[in-house]
């Protein structure tokens, strides 16, 4: 400042909210300046500086603020296993915007080769390879300083089980695409048995590559979306994990609502203004939503958020706060949604217009927003009557009431309308919308139609060229049983198995029930018995052998379950069940064989239980004493009827029959 003249040093910080911050400047003996500010919150700060009144250049400087002591690592304190993929996590979302510098040393301090990327969370994700066991240093720094905790050490070991590892297997793979898991024997011997299936228990084609360095590529390509499992056995035992799941995705089924978007298929955003695209993904598979927003120059922008409103759809809202041309890139489970990179957006000042007109001779309807824009020739909206909405007439059932997963629909009568114009229909709820889908039947009258699936009260509103209707807005009850029948629960456990000429019992909740159990020929006699608590016991008595059917019906409509399917057959008989073996028999405690077998051949249906009984009946024999004794001779003498052989006061358990 020696050169300057005369004049004040005046130095004033903002902070990333704008807030001022104290300053304190201390002139040197070379007539510079020394200024001190202590930062309180981290992001972009602002530090103008002036002489004389006067912007000194380069003013005002920016300076990005951050704080490497909320840095933390995720997956660290545990051992990562040699030649296995390995994963840590960086959670730096409180530490600011700073580049991240993350190095790691094997033993011999030779660096490992990283690859890093974020998540679906938006945290830093570090994959490594390690090839050799012993002691690894993590070093990692943050716009260039040393992250707190670091240098760490992780400790890399040899596992001597057969290991399965690949991406299939840690994160969702994309369909059509040749999906690789890689199966290690760790220098173990033995086959290799493999089995894939698909979504529907289907069996997939696979192909088996034997690699260089001893391991076994096992390569699939999924057709279809969905949880497929691989089940992989060596030496004819499941090795650890399996049967593995693989999720797999289809990001190009990711539907982006494009009804908001211009002539050049841009969309207009408000500025300073929530702005919201809807995004519908319930055939993609089970993965999660993630947008960036990025400015003309691909700087990454912030403001974005996802909501679920579930069952796959999604909201993407952005925020921008400025005017400007910004890029919205979708990624469905950090795979690129082709068709939103990016989506193009301009932000302005004032609230554009982005309803665009749809002819009605396409009977073109909008199933996320349930709007139809009519055809009007030669007239303006400027000219539009203000009274036009309350002609409109509105009847039907889905109205008031409605039930989840059936369809509910209602009329809009705007055949009294002087002229055609713009009908909008919203179902709005606190947990999720409910699409509204639009048809036109001609002369300005409209059949609207929607699907619930989630029950409660939901408010309907139904606009005509942007005014409510008469009665708009509706309040809609979304019930959670379509019919009183699916209300009714039964206890079926009892039907699995009948026996000719014996009741079967099953237990059946709440009020008004009739039941008809139909035999291979003839009806099976039912009764019901009210317990006058709003629960039922409904007996059927067989008198015939085979396959049975049970209808149980509430107000003529099946009941949850219903028709229930049973088999009858001929009442066991417990004599023809042989039972033989080491296990009933005398022996020596130290070389005692507790196994037996049960023959049940010809003894028809029936359970087992170890006395021993069929269906509740000692067989032959039961129960059977068995005498265990030190020596062969003291077995010996038993045999011989010297010893005595008392009856023990309690069973005798041998061992290995616990």
Request: proline share 7%; with cysteine.
């Amino acid at each position: 400042m020696a050169d300057t003249g005369r004049g004040e040093l005046d130095v004033v910080i903002s902070d990333s909210r704008g807030g001022p911050l104290p300053v304190r400047c201390y002139k040197q003996h070379d007539d510079s300046y020394w200024v001190e500010f202590t930062p309180e919150t981290i992001g972009l700060h602002k530090i103008e500086v002036t002489f004389a009144d006067v912007p000194i250049v380069g003013s005002p400087f920016r300076c990005e603020v951050i704080d490497p002591r909320k840095v933390f690592f995720k997956g660290i304190t545990e051992p990562f296993i040699l030649r296995q993929p390995s994963t840590i996590t960086v959670n730096r979302q409180l530490a600011g915007n700073g580049e991240l510098a993350i190095e790691l040393l094997d033993p011999l301090n030779e660096p490992v080769k990283l690859d890093m990327h974020k998540n679906a969370d938006g945290d830093d994700v570090v994959e490594f390879t390690p090839t050799r066991t012993g002691q690894y240093k993590l070093n990692a720094k943050l716009a260039g300083f040393l992250v707190n905790g670091t240098p760490h050490t992780l400790v890399v070991e040899e596992q001597g089980k057969p290991t399965v590892y690949g991406t299939a297997i840690e994160r969702p793979v994309e369909v059509q695409r040749p999906t690789s898991i890689i199966f290690d024997a760790k220098n173990c011997r033995g086959g290799l048995k493999i089995d894939v299936r698909g979504p529907k228990k289907t069996k997939i084609r696979h192909t088996v590559n034997k690699n260089q360095d001893g391991t076994t590529e096992i390569l699939f390509t999924p057709s279809e979306v969905g949880r497929f499992t691989v089940h992989i056995e060596h030496n004819n035992r499941a090795v650890a994990g399996s049967p593995f799941e693989i999720e797999v995705l289809d990001p190009q089924k990711v539907i982006v609502n494009d009804q908001m978007t211009d002539e050049d298929g841009m969309y207009q955003f408000a500025v300073q203004q929530r702005n919201v695209i809807d995004v519908d993904a319930t055939a993609a598979g089970s993965g999660k939503l993630r947008a960036e927003v990025r400015d003309w120059d691909g700087k990454s922008m912030g403001g974005c958020d996802v909501e679920s409103l579930g069952y796959g759809k999604y909201r993407v809202a952005y925020y921008p706060h400025q005017p400007g041309k910004y890029g919205i890139y979708l990624y469905w489970s950090d795979m690129a949604v082709q068709g939103a990179q990016p989506l193009h957006v301009i932000a302005e000042g004032e609230q554009p217009s982005t309803s665009r007109a749809v002819p009605l001779t396409n009977a073109v309807t909008d199933a996320s927003h349930g709007s139809i824009r009519s055809r009007s020739e030669d007239r303006s909206m400027q000219e539009e009557d203000g009274s036009e909405h309350l002609r409109v007439v509105l009847r039907g059932d889905g109205l008031t009431r409605a039930a989840i997963k059936e369809q509910a629909e209602f009329i809009v009568d705007g055949s009294d309308a002087s002229r055609e114009g713009q009908l909008s229909c919203s179902l709005i709820g606190q947990k999720a919308d409910i699409p509204v889908r639009l048809t036109h039947l001609g002369n300005n009258v409209y059949k609207a139609v929607y699907t619930p699936l989630i029950p409660g009260t939901y408010e309907l509103q139904v606009l005509w060229d942007g005014h409510h209707v008469r009665g708009s807005p509706f309040r809609v009850q979304i019930d959670a049983h379509s019919s009183a029948a699916e209300m009714i629960s039964v206890d079926a456990n009892t039907l699995k198995m009948g026996i000719i000429n014996e009741d079967q019992l099953c237990l059946c909740c709440s009020g008004q029930l009739s039941a008809q159990c139909m035999g291979p020929t003839k009806l099976a006699y039912c009764e019901l018995y009210d317990h006058r608590d709003g629960t039922y016991t409904l007996s059927v008595k067989p008198s015939e052998i085979g396959k049975h059917t049970l209808v149980v019906k509430y107000s003529d409509e099946h009941v949850p379950g219903s028709p229930f399917n049973f088999n009858v057959s001929h009442p066991p008989d417990a004599s023809k069940v042989r039972v033989f073996g080491p296990g009933i028999e005398h022996g020596i405690l130290s070389v005692f064989k507790s196994n037996f077998i049960v023959e049940t051949k010809g003894a028809g249906a029936g359970q087992l239980t170890v006395e021993v009984k069929w269906h509740g009946e000692h067989v032959p024999g039961s129960p059977f004493l068995v005498m265990i004794v030190d020596t062969e001779q003291e077995l010996q003498r038993f045999l011989r009827g010297d010893a005595p052989s008392p009856q023990p006061a309690t069973p005798f358990i041998p061992p290995g029959w616990v």
